[in-house]
Each structure stands twice: as structure tokens, then as C-alpha cells.
């Protein structure tokens, strides 16, 4: 059971525009940062947004972030097939003492 | 650009230590606000943060893991290390090395390729 919640899965067809949220608490998306991954199949994650909405340096405008309470959400427009992927976010949990993750959600892009 | 590779056993007994090692290039163990870390990804779960180390030597790691964990650096070779002990069938994974950036947003800037971990007699 990871302590961030995401949906396990979302879908979108070329063209749309999708959204997965993740669900945390206080200690950790209510107090921090949270930050983005993208898990193409058989890679290692790769870097989407830090700070809550920032993309780093290559990452498209399609990418978004934002963050609200205890909830986090990533937001892809103009979906493509080549982001069909694993999507997790992550934050500090100031009670834990530890990254803590979500559990991922599977883009599927129809 | 900053690279990270590990390397290790893929294959260790039950009950015994798993032994890994990252290797960073591009870029010093030594500099900025970085520390580094162990991620592991079980077969269709999440990910796991597992711990880190600043190039000082101080340490953080996962509650759930900390009375296994050690993780340790060699800044003259640059790399850091991770040793987990009595290994079960649940910490077969993909075990990952990054970079993480504790200047004030807080993420994993760089990432190593992923190496496979099977726990079996």
C-alpha cells in the first residue's frame, strides 16, 4: 500500500487531454514538493516535473502540474502515443522521514 | 551529464546480504546539494525509495528497511554502495541508483538504467 494514491490506471485517445492525481496527506504533499515521473516500458523513470508544476530542461509544455490541499495532479494535453507509460509522483513525508511514492498509474493511450 | 550505472549480483540467496554498487560520472559524489540514493520497483508495484547518503557520510533511510539497509560512499572512486541483509523472496527487484536534489524542490534529477535482483536458493 504506498502512501501516495494514485489511480492504478487512465486512458486518453491522440489528441486529448488527460489527468492523474495523487492523494496524499499533511506530512507529505500538504508541507512539500512534489515531483513527477514518467516509466517508459523497460526503462528507468525519468524526471517530468519537480516543484510541483516545473518541468526541467526537454520535458514539452504539455506536461503540467499543480497542487492543491493534500492533492496533486499531473495534466498531459495533446495526448501522443509515445506517452503511453507508468506515471508516479513523489514528495518528503515529514512524519516518515522519507520519500514516499505513489503507486503509479498506467497511461494507456487508445 | 550526469551519469549513474550499478552493478551487482542479480542473483542472491535467501538469507543472505545483497551487495550493490552505483557509480556516478559527469559529476562529483562530492558537490552541491545532492544525495544519493536507492530505489527499488517490485514486479507491478510502486516504487520503493529505499535510503540515501550525502557525500559526508550522513545517512536517511526507509523506516520499513532500516534495520537491513547500509549505504556508504567512496567519494576517491565515486560511487556509493548498498548492502541490504537477510534477503527474502520480497526484495526480489529492479534496484535503482539516483541522484536527488534536496536544494528545495526535492526530486530525482538523474537515474540508472535499473539492475535486476532475483532472490532464490
Known amino acids: 500500500q504506498s502512501v501516495l494514491t494514485q489511480p492504478p490506471s487512465a486512458s486518453g485517445t491522440p489528441g486529448q487531454r488527460v489527468t492523474i492525481s495523487c492523494s496524499g496527506s499533511s506530512s507529505n504533499i500538504g508541507t512539500n514538493y512534489v515531483s513527477w515521473y514518467q516509466q517508459l516500458p523497460g526503462t528507468a523513470p525519468k524526471l517530468l516535473l519537480y516543484?510541483?508544476?516545473q518541468r526541467p530542461s526537454g520535458v514539452p509544455d504539455r506536461f503540467s502540474g499543480s497542487k492543491s490541499g493534500t492533492s496533486a495532479s499531473l495534466a498531459i494535453s495533446g495526448l501522443r502515443s509515445e506517452d503511453e507509460a507508468d506515471y508516479y509522483c513523489?514528495?518528503?513525508?515529514?512524519?516518515?522521514?522519507?520519500?514516499?511514492f505513489g503507486g503509479g498509474t498506467k497511461l494507456t493511450v487508445l | 551529464q550526469v551519469q549513474l550505472q550499478e552493478s551487482g549480483p542479480g542473483l542472491v540467496k535467501p538469507s543472505q546480504t545483497l551487495s550493490l554498487t552505483c557509480t556516478v560520472s559527469g559529476g562529483s559524489l562530492s558537490s552541491g546539494t545532492y544525495y544519493w540514493s536507492w530505489i527499488r520497483h517490485h514486479p507491478g508495484k510502486g516504487l520503493e525509495w529505499i535510503g540515501y547518503?550525502?557525500?559526508?557520510?550522513?545517512?536517511s533511510y526507509n523506516p520499513s528497511l532500516k534495520s537491513r539497509v547500509t549505504i556508504s560512499a567512496d567519494t576517491s572512486k565515486n560511487q556509493f554502495s548498498l548492502k541490504l541483509s537477510s534477503v527474502t523472496a520480497a526484495d526480489a527487484a529492479v534496484y535503482y541508483c539516483?541522484?536527488?536534489?534536496?536544494?528545495?524542490?526535492?526530486?530525482?534529477?538523474?537515474w540508472g538504467q535499473g539492475t535486476l535482483v532475483t532472490v532464490s536458493s
Open positions: 539516483a541522484r536527488y536534489d534536496y536544494s528545495g524542490n526535492s526530486f530525482f534529477d538523474y
Open positions: 516543484g510541483n508544476n
Open positions: 513523489a514528495a518528503w513525508d515529514d512524519s516518515l522521514s522519507s520519500v514516499v
Open positions: 547518503i550525502y557525500y559526508s557520510g550522513s545517512t
